[in-house]
Structure formats: C-alpha cells, structure tokens
C-alpha cells in the first residue's frame, strides 16, 4: 500500500480505534455506576410521590414553619456546610419534630432531632434528673450532626443508607446489607417504618425550595444566645402541625 495522504489517514484513524474503545467502555461504566445509583441508591419514584401525596395537604404549613424557624435553619445549613454533609439534612428536624424543640416521642425520642437517650449520650449529650440537653437547640443539633456525620461516612456517602440508619439504626440497616448482599438500599429489607421514612425525607424535599428557605446571610448564632429555641406553638394561622413522620 502507497504512502497516499488518504492511506496515511486511515492507518492513523484505525491506530486510535483501541484508544476509542477504552474511552467508550469508560464512558459506559460510569454511566452503569450512575444508571445503578439512580436505581438502587433511592426508593422507587412511585413510593416517593405517595408520600409526596400525604405531605401535599401541609405545604402551606411546612414552608411557614421553616421560614418561621430560619435562623435555626441557618444555623444548621452553616453546620453541614462545615462537615460536607448534604444541605438537604437541614429537613430532618422537620420530618422529626416538625422543628420544635420540646417534642417528644412515645418511644422516648425527644428534642429537634428526636434522638433517643443512647444515641445522644454516644455523642455527648447530658441527660440526668436536672438536665437533659436533648431539649437544647445548640446541643442537640451539635450531637445531631456529628451522629449523621458518623452515619454518612459509615455508609459510604449513600444519603439513602445514612437516613435509613438515622431511623432505625445503623446495626439494623448493617444486618441488612449482610443478608442481602449488597448495599443498594432498594435491595434491602428494612421495616416499613424505616422505608415509609426515607421515601418521605425525599418527598419533602421535593416539596420544599431549600434555596427559599435558608438564609442568604447567615447570622451568628450567638446572637440568640446557646438557649436558643424555635417558637414551639404553631403560629396564629396555620393549625397544629405534627411531627411529619407522623402523619
């Protein structure tokens, strides 16, 4: 074969097909990698717009507490950006305690986070017969977010497997992994509890406009002093919102 510009063009083209081939193989690998977290790393689209469903009726509510809670949710939006947590967490005191800091469970959970006795004394909360920091903006939400932190890096950055520990914790959610093998949280069996939960932190997420509702400018938090607590009454015109998991 002749040394032609076209045949040296086309020795060329055909040297980069192995080049090509592994790029297009890389290429499809890592969109199997997200295709499979799209998947697996969520619950199933119709199970969140169930939940979306429930949640719907109490939009006009849920926005109302949160704006009315804003300093509290800069605060904690601050707190996540500082130990790269996802923004979105800022919805779990809302899907807990629908941000009042003097709930408590029937099971013993209590405060913002409604974490339960074991789980705040892990992470450094006092709880005695004159005093329980669970019911304290500032603490509570400290040893909040350090658990999370735990639960997140536990779990490998898997928002889905870290709000599934959050409920029903993490030796639970352990369990299941072993059992099935995997860790892609649509291929667990978890209670229903658990799974109802999780859909419905994505559901409220879907409902709520996080970027309305933290605060451009982040105050000090100091400046409402380290008892600082959310108005726990509902406000004048929006009937009493209960705790979300709830509903």
């Not at 093998?181 to 209670?191: A, D, M």
Request: net charge positive.
């Amino acid at each position: 074969m002749k040394n032609t510009p076209s045949n040296v063009s086309l020795i060329r083209s055909l040297s980069l097909l192995p080049f090509l081939h592994r790029r297009a193989s890389a290429f499809l690998f890592i969109a199997s990698l997200l295709i499979s977290q799209a998947v697996y790393g969520q619950p199933q689209t119709q199970a969140i717009q169930q939940q979306v469903a429930l949640l719907q009726p109490y939009q006009e509510q849920i926005n109302k507490r949160l704006t009315h809670s804003q300093a509290l949710v800069g605060h904690i939006a601050e707190r996540l950006t500082k130990k790269s947590l996802p923004k979105s967490l800022i919805l779990i005191p809302m899907l807990e305690s629908s941000y009042n800091t003097q709930a408590v469970s029937h099971a013993g959970a209590a405060g913002l986070w409604q974490l339960i006795p074991s789980t705040a004394k892990r992470f450094g909360l006092k709880i005695d017969e004159t005093k329980d920091e669970r019911f304290n903006a500032h603490e509570s939400t400290d040893a909040a977010l350090d658990y999370l932190a735990f639960l997140y890096n536990k779990f490998g950055e898997d928002l889905s497997l870290t709000l599934a520990a959050y409920n029903a914790g993490e030796g639970r959610v352990d369990r299941a992994i072993r059992r099935a093998k995997t860790n892609h949280y649509s291929s667990l069996t978890l209670p229903t509890e658990t799974t109802q939960y999780v859909a419905r932190f994505y559901a409220l997420n879907q409902i709520v406009n996080l970027g309305e509702v933290i605060p451009q400018r982040l105050k000090s938090y100091a400046l409402f002093g380290s008892n600082f607590t959310a108005n726990n009454q509902p406000l004048v015109d929006l009937k009493p919102l209960p705790p979300l998991i709830n509903l």
